[in-house]
């Protein structure tokens, strides 16, 4: 590793210690791993939490998870029917003008609708219809993995 530093009634040696009680010129990563740890967990734990911030309780469905590039734009449908855009809440009628100004792709763009297990289902079909009549074809519903008991 390296050399220490000090004189010994021998002479100098080579190795880690040159004397008893002489100075040990070695590097200690054990409280870097354990910040490395710390950090990984709590990162583990975060990520999860910082998809979407609209509080839903999607329901559950047997359907296999999409595969996807880009983070697609996101309806929200509350328990209450108010409905939001990313994280901001719209109007209904105001949904279609404010998907154009933002879509990068145009009427390609995919739109996935999150709707609450006990929100009214004719809001969520009404977001799902005026996304669908201005043009909007990539549209997708949002539910959780079924768990099996």
Same mark, same amino acid.
């Given at each position: ?5 000090g004189t ?6 080579r190795g ?16 870097f791993v ?46 209450? %029917?108010? !409905?939001? /855009? &990313? @994280?901001? *809440? ?49 549209? %997708?519903? !949002?539910? /959780? &993995? @079924?768990? *099996?008991?």
């Amino acid at each position: 590793m390296g050399m220490s530093v000090g004189t010994a009634s021998k002479g100098r040696r080579r190795g880690r210690r040159a004397a008893r009680g002489g100075v040990i010129s070695e590097i200690n990563v054990t409280p870097f791993v354990d910040v490395m740890l710390v950090l990984l967990i709590i990162f583990m734990v975060a990520a999860p939490l910082l998809t979407v911030g609209v509080p839903i309780d999607l329901p559950e469905t047997q359907a296999n998870a999409l595969n996807s590039e880009t983070q697609p734009i996101t309806v929200s449908v509350n328990d209450q %029917g108010q !409905v939001y /855009l &990313q @994280e901001t *809440e719209v109007p209904l009628n105001e949904v279609v003008a404010k998907l154009q100004a933002i879509a990068r792709s145009g009427y390609e763009e995919r739109i996935y609708v999150r709707g609450d297990r006990s929100a009214d289902y004719g809001t969520v079909m009404q977001v799902m219809a005026r996304i669908s009549a201005a043009g909007y074809r990539n549209l %997708g519903l !949002v539910t /959780l &993995q @079924e768990q *099996e008991n």
